[in-house]
């Protein structure tokens, strides 16, 4: 089976920058994913790593050490529209993906 | 706009009736989803399809079946819903079969309320 942490919730300051981490434990291992989803919505693609290292794109970056079975999600400049839950989700080597409980970040003016 | 769409959008349900759930895809994806997704545990797979005419089990999927006729629809039924049933359903598709290769596509989601 997958296990999949990440923290529940994280509060932070409109302009400032959050990390979110995500600790995975999995039998095998072809790809993670973090989705965003908003209160009441369906979920959306944020990014996709299945190599070590840091993919950036615009204000959201998000990290990859398959080794340590760890990723992050960091979001710069943040924007009260940023308030929303965080999914990581890992493909096992079964090919099935598994979603984490997600992060719920709380973005206050 | 192209996408996902699910029906109903809404709906409570006595214990014991059967209900289905529907979905219809138009972006001609080969892959799709069934989630539910409950307070604290996450998205969880009940049933998957990598292209028409197959289906599979996900890591949820008793008291629920669904079948693939087609590529564009993919419903979603419980033979006699139970109160845990109550939860929010998501369906999803990717362009490629299984999950490895494809983001995935979500649609609105249907709350279902057993009681």
């Known amino acids: 089976g997958q296990n999949i942490d990440q923290p529940t919730e994280m509060t932070a300051t409109e302009g400032a920058i959050v990390q979110i981490n995500c600790t995975y434990q999995?039998?095998?291992?072809?790809?993670l994913f973090w989705y965003q989803q908003h209160a009441g919505e369906a979920p959306t693609f944020l990014s996709y790593n299945v190599l070590d290292g840091l993919e950036e794109k615009g204000r959201f970056s998000s990290f990859l050490s398959r080794s340590k079975g760890y990723s992050y999600l960091l979001l710069k400049e943040l924007q009260m529209k940023d308030s929303a839950s965080y999914l990581c989700a890992v493909i096992g080597g079964d090919y099935k993906l598994s979603f984490g409980a997600g992060t719920t970040v709380t973005v206050r003016a | 706009i192209a996408g996902i769409t699910q029906a109903p959008t809404s709906q409570i349900l006595a214990a014991g009736r059967r209900m289905t759930l529907r979905c219809t895809q138009d972006m001609r994806h080969n892959a799709m989803y069934w989630y539910r997704q409950d307070l604290g545990l996450g998205l969880r797979l009940i049933h998957y399809?990598?292209?028409?005419?197959?289906?599979g089990k996900g890591e949820v999927p008793d008291g629920y079946s669904v079948s693939r006729a087609n590529t564009d629809d993919f419903p979603l039924t419980l033979a006699s819903a139970v109160p845990s049933q109550t939860s929010v359903y998501f369906c999803?598709?990717?362009?490629?079969?299984?999950?490895?290769?494809?983001?995935?596509?979500f649609g609105e989601g249907s709350r279902l309320t057993v009681l």
């Open positions: 999995t039998s095998g291992f072809n790809g």
């Open positions: 399809s990598n292209t028409a005419g197959t289906t």
């Open positions: 999803a598709s990717s362009e490629n079969r299984g999950h490895a290769t494809g983001e995935l596509f």
